[in-house]
């Protein structure tokens, strides 16, 4: 039986886009570090964002936004530090663009449960008998080492939510990385990803699949994940993704899309450098083997606040709407630690639970929860469920450097914003 204690009856009601709170002038914006008039928690926000730019030899240009979860009023927006490392180069700002990394498989799980509602697939189905089995067919014309009998009936289910028992190409010891770090300028394809994970032992038996202590995150899941898209609709990922949820969300067509699968768009955002401590990620061929429906997607803050709003809304499940959502937020251990959990494609901290760490920004027990996803090299997605509807809110944004926590960032973002909402409030229709 999957975990599901820690779910509040509100989860899903929590941003309906039929209600609305009147946000007048006097609501502070973003605005410089210093600038005449600012609020001091957003000017507070500003050391934030600009203290974390300078750590880690100021590698990596940091952005953060913050805003109403219930009609996407934007409380700061902020940036610090360049877009590539080197002081001749261009300041980053707060509408650059940046790579999600695994934000991704938050948009790929949105489109697999948008072919549930439609029946198109069942959650409980097993893979190899998807599209009936044209799919698996596919896999092993491409792949002929897949070992179908090994690997054995995983469902989607198990794919969203880790616990097929597929292995990680990622890794650290394994064949792929080896191959990965040889060739920086090697482009990837998804059949070549799947041939190395197919030499690879499974995460766990088969008598323990599709159970919580199953738990294991791989990238191979999403990527069966995303043929399956493909296969179904019979489109390219991009184009289902542009169809299905950046345009139904309102994001920009130009800002976000899917590195190394389409041309950056005409006039798209300048796009930051991602680092993995001093090495630079972003423009090197051999990061193509992070994408596709596992870790592909180029985004904006302000974009990836529309996508969350519209997905906490249900406004991306047209035919169910927030029971769509309740499905994806199924949560079992997520292994990282006490209040850590995995659902369909969404990840979830209890803040409660992360007192050693987090009680130094709140003087007193954290309050509520963040749902979302984290992407490596330091990019989130969070909505912040306060328990109460009118305080909840959406963080986005990046380090862009792995070596930097985060988390620092968004509680500070949280604590700090909270205070700049009116209450109590009143929400009118």
């Known amino acids: 039986i999957l975990a599901q204690a820690c779910v509040a009856q509100n989860d899903c009601s929590a941003t309906s886009p039929q209600r609305r709170i009147p946000m007048g002038s006097s609501h502070p ?18 050391k934030a964002v600009a203290h974390m730019a300078r750590s880690m030899g100021r590698y990596g240009g940091v952005l953060l936004q913050a805003a109403a979860a219930w009609d996407g009023n934007v409380f700061f927006a902020g940036a610090a530090g360049n877009l590539t490392y080197g ?12 790579e999600v990394a695994s934000i991704t498989k938050m948009v790929t799980a949105t489109v697999v449960m948008q072919l549930v509602d439609e029946g198109r697939v069942q959650l409980d189905e097993v893979w190899r008998s998807v599209a009936g089995g044209k799919l698996e067919a596919k896999v092993k014309a491409h792949v002929p080492t897949w070992p179908s009998e090994r690997f054995g009936d995983f469902t989607v289910a198990e794919l969203l939510q880790h616990t097929s028992g597929l292995p990680n190409y990622w890794d650290d010891d394994s064949d792929f990385i080896k191959a990965f770090e040889a060739d920086p300028d090697r482009l990837w394809t998804t059949w070549e990803l799947l041939s190395y994970a197919a030499e690879m032992k499974s995460s766990c038996s088969p008598q323990q699949r599709g159970r919580p202590d199953a738990f294991s995150y791989a990238d191979t899941n999403y990527l069966l994940l995303g043929l399956m898209v493909e296969q179904l609709d019979q489109e390219t990922l991009p184009k289902i993704f542009r169809r299905r949820v950046f345009d139904p969300a309102g994001m920009s067509r130009k800002d976000t899309y899917c590195e190394f699968l389409e041309e950056t768009p005409a006039g798209a955002a300048p796009l930051a450098s991602r680092y993995l401590g001093k090495l630079q990620i972003t423009g090197k061929k051999q990061h193509s083997a992070d994408s596709f429906a596992a870790g592909g997607i180029v985004s904006t803050a302000g974009d990836l606040e529309k996508f969350m709003k519209a997905l906490a809304s249900g406004k991306l499940f047209p035919i169910n709407g927030h029971a769509t959502l309740q499905k994806m937020m199924t949560w079992i251990p997520a292994k990282r630690g006490t209040g850590w959990w995995y659902g369909l494609g969404l990840m979830r901290i209890d803040l409660e639970d992360q007192v050693g760490l987090l009680s130094r920004f709140w003087g007193a027990k954290p309050v509520g929860y963040v749902w979302g996803h984290e992407g490596f090299g330091g990019a989130f997605a969070w ?42 409030v009143s929400i009118t229709s």
Do not use: C
């Not at 914006?29 to 500003?46: I, T």
């Not at 002081?87 to 650059?96: G, N, Y």
């Open 29 to 46: 914006r973003a605005g410089h570090v210093g600038a005449e008039g600012e609020a001091p928690e957003v000017h507070k926000l500003h």
């Open 87 to 98: 002081s001749q180069t261009s300041e980053i700002s707060a509408a650059d663009s940046f």
């Open 383 to 424: 909505f912040w469920s306060s328990g109460e509807v009118e305080r909840d809110l959406i963080i986005t944004g990046t380090t862009n450097n792995e070596g930097r926590a985060y988390g620092d960032l968004v509680m500070t973002a949280v604590q700090q914003t909270r205070k700049l909402i009116p209450y109590p």
